[in-house]
């Protein structure tokens, strides 16, 4: 029986993260290949590729690989070995939309829209987000049961936590709860941003949006963005 692989291709750190990541959600590696290439200067391992058998489920755990690190697959080359999924820092919607639905790539990677809840491209920096929260802080105060909020969400494995699904772990009665909380104090943060967020199909604002980007999972998860985590780490709020 032909098993498809897929092909990833990045900077040796990057690779390794994603290799562990994917071993740890019981996906298998598939060990007849593994290529390198050195770095002419430092004589190091400069660039990575690792292949693993493409079943079901494992592009939802490529997706929150990439999204919780800002980065993407974006484009894929061919060689005598077959395909590799190129991973780079950089991207474009676009570029995204044509890769995901090239076959046989759709049939394991779910077709990740870039819509208006799940679109990573940053809203601000880690210094604007910093900015935002310190101005929050003096102009209105910060509800300790918020900052908990934010604080246990930054510390969440990939930053990743579902209102349906830890509303109970994270003080809540309900996820309910934790969306109101979250979306009131994402909405001042927001305003201090002076960002405006782009319009969902629905109509509402969905102002958590500032503080998180949206995967559909089991539960839906929100992932906090890279650039807050990054801002909550060095005022050592999290």
Excluded at 135 to 143: E, F, M, Q, S, Y
Excluded at 178 to 196: E, I, P, S, T
């Amino acid at each position: 029986m032909t098993r498809d692989i897929l092909w990833f291709h990045g900077p040796s750190d990057d690779i390794e993260e994603l290799r562990l990541a994917l071993i740890a959600k019981g996906f298998q590696e598939h060990k007849d290949t593994s290529l390198e290439a050195m770095d002419a200067t430092t004589g190091q391992i400069a660039h990575h590729s690792i292949g693993f058998i493409a079943v079901v489920g494992i592009g939802q755990c490529i997706r929150v690989f990439l999204k919780t690190r800002g980065k993407r697959m974006v484009s894929r080359e061919v060689s005598k070995k077959g395909e590799k999924l190129v991973i780079r820092g950089d991207y474009s919607a676009d570029e995204v939309e044509r890769f995901l639905k090239v076959p046989p790539h759709k049939k394991y990677i779910e077709d990740d829209k870039n819509d208006a809840y799940s679109n990573p491209e940053p809203i601000a920096t880690a210094a604007q987000f910093k900015a935002a929260l310190l101005a929050v802080r003096d102009r209105t105060g910060i509800d300790p049961k918020d900052l908990a909020l934010l604080r246990a969400h930054c510390r969440a494995p990939n930053q990743t936590i579902s209102t349906f699904r830890d509303a109970k772990q994270l003080g809540y009665a309900s996820h309910g709860d934790v969306n109101k909380a979250y979306g009131r104090f994402a909405h001042d943060v927001c305003d201090a941003l002076h960002v405006v967020l782009p319009p969902t199909p629905s109509g509402d604002a969905h102002w958590w949006r500032t503080l998180a980007i949206g995967n559909e999972a089991d539960h839906y998860e929100w992932i906090m963005r890279p650039e807050l985590v990054q801002a909550l780490q060095e005022l050592k709020w999290a």
